[in-house]
């Protein structure tokens, strides 16, 4: 049975900090391109970043230099670094597994940043 279970979302103010893991189960994680996808009310859901098989990591223009993508093989899990958060990177985060016929997504966590 596939899983992706996504875990740390929570409410976080303005320029704090907070990361979010994505454990996996039941996928052949060490040939799988690994994503944080996150969703805001009434917009579509967009891709954060993502890392390759070989590491080569990717991010969207508004999070370049504030987010980091880290995955752990052993562990079969990836985790997103996310620094000086803004009130737009409020959303619900969710992980995703990429292979070349099919993917998987997470159930998502909410992230809330609010003064």
């Known amino acids: 049975q596939v899983q992706l279970v996504e875990s740390g979302g929570t409410l976080v103010q303005p320029g704090g900090s907070l990361e979010l893991s994505c454990a996996t189960s039941g996928i052949l994680f060490g040939i799988g391109t690994m994503g944080w996808y996150r969703q805001a009310p009434g917009k579509q859901r967009e891709l954060v970043a993502s890392i390759t098989t070989r590491f080569s990591t990717n991010y969207a223009d508004s999070v370049k230099g504030r987010f980091t993508i880290s995955r752990d093989n052993a562990k079969k899990t990836v985790n997103l670094q996310m620094n000086n958060l803004r009130p737009e990177d409020t959303a619900v985060y969710y992980c995703?597994?990429?292979?070349?016929?099919?993917?998987?997504w997470g159930q998502g966590t909410q992230v809330t940043v609010s003064s």
């Open positions: 995703n597994a990429r292979f070349t016929t099919r993917e998987y």
